[in-house]
T-cell receptor, first 109, second 115 residues
Framework: AQRVTQPEKLLSVFKGAPVELKCNYS??????LFWYVQYSRQRLQLLLR??SRESIKGFTADLNKGETSFHLKKPFAQEEDSAMYYC???????????FGTGTLLAVQP | EAGVAQSPRYKIIEKRQSVAFWCNPI?????LYWYQQILGQGPKLLIQ????????DSQLPKDRFSAERLKGVDSTLKIQPAKLEDSAVYLC?????????????FGPGTRLLVL
């Protein structure tokens, strides 16, 4: 079955601390992996995708096919990073997104 | 460019009533999606349109939910009759494909409460 698992509902860190939001997936094939972010009172938006191999707002994510993981990392958290983060995948012909349950990142001053 | 527009933003109804949501995608986006997001969960796809045709409606509860995109632009999602478990945020998204990549852009959502 296609599934995205985010084991942490809440991750609380202090400003300047490293951040790692965990994401594991189950998919029979070669999916495309994404991280979406929703800041307070804003709409859901794409943060990054694994194909682009880019760093956005200091965040990076590496696809580990052996461990079927796509963890999101940032070396030094900022208060403005506080938001809800969703890991998602697409695959197959329709490109529909399958989302995890999300992790709320709270960066304390 | 203008983003995906949705209305209404909030709706409160009683069970067994009907309700309709409207979505206007980004201009030029051929693909339109409706997602349901129940509190504490990630968004779940209900239906996907390519222009005015349905691509995937496998998770749409067809006994009570219906959706249309008659002219291949804006879309409506209807629930009739509503149940308590339909309380959720309904998200509309649209996308286009360039250079083998597709990006979905989401609207602000409609928050539905069924009493």
């Amino acid at each position: 079955a296609q599934r995205v698992t985010q084991p942490e509902k809440l991750l609380s860190v202090f400003k300047g601390a490293p951040v790692e939001l965990k994401c594991n997936y189950s998919y029979s094939g070669s999916p495309e992996l994404f991280w979406y972010v929703q800041y307070s009172r804003q709409r859901l938006q794409l943060l990054l995708r694994h194909i682009s191999r880019e760093s956005i707002k200091g965040f990076t994510a590496d696809l580990n096919k052996g461990e079927t993981s796509f963890h999101l990392k940032k070396p030094f958290a900022q208060e403005e990073d506080s938001a809800m983060y969703y890991c998602a995948l697409t695959g197959g012909a329709t490109n529909k997104l399958i989302f995890g349950t999300g992790t709320l990142l709270a960066v304390q001053p | 460019e203008a983003g995906v527009a949705q209305s209404p933003r909030y709706k409160i109804i009683e069970k067994r009533q009907s309700v309709a949501f409207w979505c206007n995608p980004i201009s030029g986006h051929a693909t339109l999606y409706w997602y349901q997001q129940i509190l504490g969960q990630g968004p779940k796809l209900l239906i996907q349109f390519q222009n005015n045709g349905v691509v995937d409606d496998s998770q749409l509860p067809k006994d009570r939910f219906s959706a249309e995109r008659l002219k291949g632009v804006d879309s409506t999602l209807k629930i009739q009759p509503a149940k308590l478990e339909d309380s959720a945020v309904y998200l509309c998204a649209s996308s286009f494909r360039t250079n083998f990549q597709e990006t979905q852009y989401f609207g602000p959502g409609t928050r539905l409460l069924v009493l």
